[in-house]
């Protein structure tokens, strides 16, 4: 089974648009890290955030906001006004603290075009 | 400070050729990983390294592969023979611990292209 499933595997806006990028987990650890990165087509994956199962609280980095919700194992990220350098594949990951090891499970990755 | 550096960018071979990739972590880190990422099968973990010792390699996928990290900054990824089925993008990764949670820092990658 995915641990972690990205649903939407391509989404288009227009640029300004406000888009989400859903990402559902499947744990059984108490303790647990979720984690959203970005590639662009230059082709690197950059680290855009990191949070841990026991900080539910909602998260703003400029045109970036993420919704954890613990209930429904969900972990979106929201771009507001977006741009066309949001252009890019975006991944969520989940590493368990029950394997003591830093594992990331990746999801399949969603693609975003943002159209001028 | 420079981030994770990989070497080459980009490699094309012939089938059958011995390819090296070159990965130098962010100097502290302790740990380093190697992931392949593919269309049919996305990121996938091959092996990890901590304070330069393989800790798991169960991702590798046979005997052609082999990695190796002879001191704290430098780390290889070595495919022989290769196999049309080897191209991918190959990434290297470094993390401060190894602990669940640590947030793992990436390189450009290594596009190889095996004909």
């Known amino acids: 089974a995915q641990k972690v499933t990205q649903a939407q595997t391509e989404i288009s806006v227009v640029e300004k648009e406000d888009v989400t990028l859903d990402c559902v987990y499947e744990?059984?650890?108490?303790?647990?890290?979720l984690f959203w990165y970005k590639q662009p087509p230059s082709g690197e994956l950059v680290f855009l955030i990191r949070?841990?199962?026991?900080?539910?609280q909602n998260e703003i980095s400029g045109r970036y906001s993420w919704n954890f919700q613990k209930s429904t194992s969900s972990f979106n990220f929201t771009i507001t006004a977006s741009q066309v350098v949001d252009s890019a594949v975006y991944f969520c990951?989940?590493?368990?603290?029950?394997?003591?090891?830093?594992?990331?499970?990746f999801g399949t990755g969603t693609r975003l075009t943002v159209i001028p | 400070d420079a981030g994770v550096i990989q070497s080459p960018r980009h490699e094309v071979t012939e089938m059958g050729q011995e390819v090296t990739l070159r990965c130098k972590p962010i100097?502290?880190?302790?740990?380093l990983f190697w992931y392949r990422q593919t269309m049919m099968r996305g990121l996938e973990l091959l092996i990890y390294?901590?304070?330069?010792?393989?800790?798991?390699d169960s991702g590798m996928p046979e005997d052609r592969f082999s990695a190796k990290m002879p001191n704290a900054s430098f780390s290889t990824l070595k495919i022989q023979p290769s196999e049309p089925r080897d191209s991918a993008v190959y990434f290297c990764?470094?993390?401060?611990?190894?602990?669940?949670?640590?947030?793992?820092?990436f390189g450009p990658g290594t596009r190889l292209l095996v004909l």
């Open positions: 990764a470094s993390s401060l611990r190894g602990s669940s949670g640590e947030t793992q820092y």
């Open positions: 744990t059984r650890d108490t303790t647990y890290y």
């Open positions: 949070r841990n199962s026991f900080d539910e």
């Open positions: 990951a989940l590493s368990e603290a029950g394997t003591g090891a830093n594992n990331l499970f």
């Open positions: 100097s502290g880190h302790d740990y």
């Open positions: 390294f901590n304070n330069n010792v393989p800790i798991d």
